[in-house]
């Protein structure tokens, strides 16, 4: 990969870590916890900033590796950490705030491309060349 390419996925990292941040901080002072609704919300906004927080930095890690990676498949990994951080939050993020019930269905979706990209990564751990 090269540096303008790490530079890119450092820049997504970031950015993904700042929203994680953000609504972590939001579940544990913006919420009315008084309630079922409220003490709920804050559950899957915590479960999806983690999820995202861990696949931010996941995606950081692999730009910072790449020298020490199969190139095509470490990009696949950062993909796939990307679209699981968009889903899988996302989904939780959505249900948080009274998004459609049905959007609960996208995070499984989400955790299967973060499986995929923890796979994806060690492949690409796996085959790289010893060029």
Do not use: C
Request: proline content about 2%; hydrophobic content about 55%; charged content about 10%.
């Amino acid at each position: 990969m090269g540096n303008a390419g790490a530079k890119g996925w450092i820049v997504v990292a970031a950015l993904s870590a700042a929203t994680a941040i953000a609504v972590g901080a939001f579940a544990a002072h913006g919420l009315d916890l008084g309630t079922e609704a409220g003490r709920k919300a804050r559950d899957w906004l915590q479960t999806g900033s983690q999820y995202e927080m861990i696949h931010a930095l996941a995606i950081l890690a692999v730009a910072s590796l790449s020298g020490k990676l199969n190139g095509r498949l470490a990009v696949t990994a950062q993909v796939l950490f990307l679209l699981g951080s968009i889903l899988f939050p996302g989904a939780l993020y959505s249900l948080a705030f009274n998004g459609p019930r049905w959007f609960g269905a996208v995070a499984p979706i989400g955790g299967l491309a973060f499986i995929a990209g923890w796979i994806s990564l060690a492949l690409a751990a796996l085959m790289k060349s010893e060029r």
